[in-house]
């Protein structure tokens, strides 16, 4: 097993987490599709072995300074194979083949979600304290996405209560949006777990979010959503959390 290996598979134009899952579940590593592409054509065809054998010869090197620049800012890079990836997110259609990490990820502890709407109303900032109290008080972690509103308070509210609080990251893990987080992002560090599926450096988006908030819901037993409007994320976090198979629960504005 080698995180090389599963940056390196990642890095080439047409392969996407879903197809790697099914990679491994085949083949049980990407290492044996990266040293003999021939055993693709059987199973999967002439396209994915010609997309595996003719990969670009320097995406080995990318991934090994990818590794590099994480590392040098303190970071971890685990990938599915990784006994520190987390469980709960193996069981998703599409996990990311690899995740950054700010530390060493807790497997004895059980995870519940809370997102919500970034213009929360006064009662919703209440029960979004009460509810994460209980949840520390029964020895759960917070996790959430570190987005200004109910994400903040969520994560404030765990950390003060000394509980657990993951913030998954809508951009790379040594990216802080919106800047004016960059202390709760920081006390997260310390106390807490920051991850994220996107390469060093990379800007969130709102084409990132989205992506991010499958991992959200996957990480997770239940998510529960506070006043969320409409369109908002934290109802695209809802839809994965259900199509996974995991508890919902809403709390609407008051």
Do not use: W
Request: proline share 4%; hydrophobic share 35%.
């Amino acid at each position: 097993m080698s995180i090389i290996d599963y940056m390196e598979i990642s890095f080439i134009k047409g392969i996407g987490n879903r197809l790697i899952k099914k990679l491994i579940d085949k083949y049980g590593s990407v290492e044996v599709v990266l040293k003999n592409p021939e055993v693709l054509k059987e199973d999967f065809g002439d396209k994915l072995y010609d997309l595996v054998k003719n990969r670009e010869k320097n995406l080995r090197k990318k991934a090994e300074e990818e590794v590099k620049k994480a590392e040098k800012l303190g970071f971890k890079i685990v990938c599915l194979e990784d006994n520190d990836y987390p469980d709960a997110l193996k069981e998703i259609p599409d996990p990311p083949a690899y995740i950054y990490l700010s530390g060493s990820f807790p497997k004895d502890i059980q995870l519940v979600s809370v997102v919500g709407s970034r213009k929360h109303t006064v009662y919703g900032k209440s029960i979004t304290k009460n509810l994460v109290r209980s949840l520390v008080e029964n020895g759960i972690g917070v996790v959430s996405g570190l987005a200004s509103g109910i994400d903040r308070i969520a994560h404030e509210t765990a950390l003060e209560n000394n509980g657990f609080t993951i913030a998954v990251l809508g951009g790379g893990i040594d990216q802080v949006f919106p800047h004016e987080n960059k202390d709760i992002y920081r006390s997260i560090r310390d106390k807490g777990l920051l991850l994220s599926e996107f390469s060093m450096g990379h800007k969130p988006s709102k084409f990132t979010f989205p992506i991010r908030n499958r991992i959200i819901a996957g990480l997770s037993l239940a998510t529960i959503v506070i006043e969320a409007s409409e369109k908002s994320g934290s109802l695209i976090t809802a839809r994965y959390a259900n199509e996974y198979g995991r508890i919902v629960f809403s709390v609407p504005s008051n």
